[in-house]
């Protein structure tokens, strides 16, 4: 996950336009193909080319026991010629939808089926087809080769088209989740926008949401979302300590350099009371040795390094009290600071 943008800023990344899958019938087989299915939506719009108003209809099984759908079917009724055929999807899944958009800008509409697959990761289904001389072919989907979908690969959680701007010159819209170590330990998601150039997908622009965790208390040991280290603090801090972790390019506004930001702060109710007892980033080892010059303020300490990921791991420890040393509150919060040799003590990396 921490790669992404890497990959994202190489080189142009493309699709290949046609998977090479012709698909025609005349009215006699439009019928059979469709007989026994249920019309699930339906659109009008112009997808020949010929300025004509068509009707597209999608098609499924429905299973009277599950709310999959399978066997889903388009079926193009030409606006001028009244002729239909019909496009297999070769496909099912949950709550399919149907939309029409220029993507090709060629004038004309693009057909695009969806649906849901059902599974843990969340994953959809996408098919895009465009009708060039009263012949359907299926597009490939956006991606960094023909054989893989997005950024990452895993397929896209959703595919959206979007309107970028304005005026009716369709994008797609990816997403994609990055997960830790199980599927639903969602650490946020990739966007990634693809125009259609010529004849190939070509990557927009890409970016990571983190999600917003909520935070978490500290309860006898605490690791890294990405299983990197642990930390292993004084029993006096169980119940009295919060976790913030956050990642990506975002993970900190003041330090764009920081690849993970990992604050401990005093368990208060109030949010103005969560001052940080210790904060640990995580840097590449170029972007430390950068920030960690003679003539800037320390970021933090430097407390361990790994060689394998290249990462080195920084501590920042509070300068004075938030509040004051007399009262209770004081007091607390002081008995829960750790000395920069103890903080030392407490990380440990993981080998995986």
């Given at each position: 996950?921490?790669?992404?943008?890497?990959?994202?800023?190489?080189?142009?990344?493309?699709?290949?336009?046609?998977?090479?899958?012709?698909?025609?019938?005349?009215?006699?087989?439009?019928?059979?193909?469709?007989?026994?299915?249920?019309?699930?939506?339906?659109?009008?719009?112009d997808v020949t080319g010929d300025?004509?108003?068509?009707?597209?209809?999608?098609?499924?099984?429905?299973?009277?026991?599950?709310?999959?759908?399978?066997?889903?079917?388009?079926?193009?009724?030409?606006?001028?010629?009244?002729?239909?055929?019909?496009?297999?999807?070769?496909?099912?899944?949950?709550?399919?939808?149907?939309?029409?958009?220029?993507?090709?800008?060629?004038?004309?509409?693009?057909?695009?089926?969806?649906?849901?697959?059902?599974?843990?990761?969340?994953?959809?289904?996408?098919?895009?087809?465009?009708?060039?001389?009263?012949?359907?072919?299926?597009?490939?989907?956006?991606?960094?080769?023909?054989?893989?979908?997005?950024?990452?690969?895993?397929?896209?959680?959703?595919?959206?088209?979007?309107?970028?701007?304005?005026?009716?010159?369709?994008?797609?819209?990816?997403?994609?989740?990055?997960?830790?170590?199980?599927?639903?330990?969602?650490?946020?998601?990739?966007?990634s926008k693809w125009k259609w150039?010529?004849?190939?997908?070509?990557?927009?622009?890409?970016?990571?949401?983190?999600?917003?965790?909520?935070?978490?208390?500290?309860?006898?040991?605490?690791?890294?979302?990405?299983?990197?280290?642990?930390?292993?603090?004084?029993?006096?801090?169980?119940?009295?300590?919060?976790?913030?972790?956050?990642?990506?390019?975002?993970?900190?506004?003041?330090?764009?350099?920081?690849?993970?930001?990992?604050?401990?702060?005093?368990?208060?109710?109030?949010?103005?009371?969560?001052?940080?007892?210790?904060?640990?980033?995580?840097?590449?080892?170029?972007?430390?040795?950068?920030?960690?010059?003679?003539?800037?303020?320390?970021?933090?300490?430097?407390?361990?390094?790994?060689?394998?990921?290249?990462?080195?791991?920084?501590a920042a420890l509070p300068q004075?009290?938030?509040?004051?040393?007399?009262?209770?509150?004081?007091?607390?919060?002081?008995?829960?600071?750790?000395?920069?040799?103890?903080?030392?003590?407490?990380?440990?990396?993981?080998?995986?």
């Amino acid at each position: 996950m921490n790669n992404w943008n890497k990959i994202v800023t190489g080189t142009l990344l493309t699709s290949v336009l046609f998977t090479g899958q012709t698909l025609t019938a005349d009215a006699a087989s439009t019928g059979s193909a469709t007989k026994d299915l249920q019309a699930l939506a339906e659109k009008t719009a112009d997808v020949t080319g010929d300025k004509k108003a068509d009707t597209i209809t999608l098609y499924g099984k429905k299973d009277k026991n599950s709310p999959y759908i399978s066997a889903l079917t388009v079926k193009v009724t030409d606006g001028q010629t009244k002729k239909s055929f019909p496009i297999d999807v070769k496909d099912g899944g949950y709550e399919p939808k149907l939309s029409v958009q220029d993507f090709t800008y060629d004038k004309k509409g693009e057909i695009m089926v969806t649906a849901n697959t059902g599974g843990s990761g969340g994953y959809t289904i996408q098919h895009i087809y465009t009708v060039q001389n009263g012949k359907a072919e299926k597009l490939s989907l956006p991606g960094l080769d023909k054989d893989k979908q997005g950024i990452v690969g895993d397929g896209f959680v959703e595919l959206k088209p979007i309107d970028n701007n304005k005026n009716g010159l369709y994008v797609l819209e990816g997403t994609e989740r990055l997960t830790g170590d199980y599927n639903a330990d969602v650490r946020g998601y990739l966007k990634s926008k693809w125009k259609w150039s010529q004849s190939k997908w070509e990557l927009m622009s890409a970016h990571f949401e983190p999600t917003k965790a909520e935070k978490t208390v500290y309860q006898g040991s605490f690791r890294s979302y990405d299983s990197a280290y642990d930390f292993l603090a004084p029993q006096s801090w169980n119940g009295n300590i919060l976790i913030d972790e956050k990642t990506g390019p975002h993970a900190d506004p003041y330090l764009p350099e920081a690849k993970s930001v990992t604050s401990f702060l005093f368990n208060s109710s109030k949010a103005e009371d969560q001052a940080a007892v210790v904060v640990i980033y995580a840097f590449d080892k170029s972007d430390w040795k950068k920030l960690n010059t003679p003539n800037e303020p320390p970021v933090g300490y430097e407390i361990a390094q790994n060689p394998a990921t290249n990462t080195v791991y920084v501590a920042a420890l509070p300068q004075d009290s938030v509040f004051d040393p007399a009262t209770d509150k004081g007091k607390k919060f002081q008995s829960l600071v750790m000395a920069l040799d103890e903080v030392k003590k407490a990380f440990v990396l993981v080998k995986r």
